[in-house]
């Protein structure tokens, strides 16, 4: 149990074959260069959408907002329990001083915090299969669907937010017309809980 959030930490490899053939934990894909990404091991335990919802992962933005997906989602994690990478509190962190940054209430798109690599939405190696990335669809009363908006909130992120990347504006792949895409790239959270066995190499990588 992770002391403050009130969640298991648990090794994907350890799940049920309907989890770990959803999640692919260790697993790799590759990215739009044809690099190697290695997938997430370690997820948070979500029993329930009602401790989603009363999960603060920083003062301004609760767990739901991360895990909020439809039926795109592997049909193994549309219910309860659902997982999300380790990673996912770092993100919270980051989009807590971008809050700071435009001083007023950040939206997260549905579908746009937390996609498994099952995801119908996850094409290659998107970080949203890390945990690391957000698409804000809008910030206080603006509605990031144009250029000048996107561009003006993502000069404002990566000023406030070192490392992060936007995605450019534009229709295609690649691009974003109707959010504002952040991310913080391929982040592998290994807990203070993790077992030791993940330092083996060979324990490490070896299939169940």
């Not at 029993?47 to 609760?62: K, Q």
């Not at 996107?150 to 990347?165: D, T």
């Amino acid at each position: 149990m992770v002391e403050g959030l009130g969640l298991q930490v648990v090794d994907g490899r350890r799940l049920e074959k309907r989890f770990r053939d959803a999640l692919d934990p260790g697993g790799v894909l590759c990215d739009l260069q044809g690099r190697a990404r290695l997938l997430p091991r370690f997820f948070y335990e979500v029993p329930s959408w009602e401790l989603a919802l009363e999960t603060p992962l920083s003062p301004h933005f609760d767990l739901w907002e991360f895990v909020q997906t439809d039926v795109r989602e592997a049909p193994a994690l549309q219910s309860f329990p659902r997982y999300v990478p380790c990673a996912v509190t770092l993100l919270a962190a980051g989009l807590e001083l971008f809050r700071d940054a435009v001083g007023t209430f950040v939206h997260i798109a549905a579908n746009g915090g937390y996609r498994s690599p099952a995801h119908a939405l996850s094409r290659n190696a998107s970080p949203h299969c890390w945990g690391t990335a957000v698409n804000i669809y809008r910030i206080g009363d603006t509605l990031l669907d144009d250029r000048a908006a996107i561009e003006r909130y993502a000069a404002i992120a990566r000023e406030s937010l070192p490392g992060v990347w936007a995605r450019p504006f534009g229709n295609g792949t690649g691009l974003a017309d109707d959010h504002l895409h952040l991310d913080f790239g391929y982040v592998n959270a290994v807990p203070r809980d993790a077992p030791s066995d993940v330092y083996n190499p060979k324990l490490s990588f070896d299939p169940l």
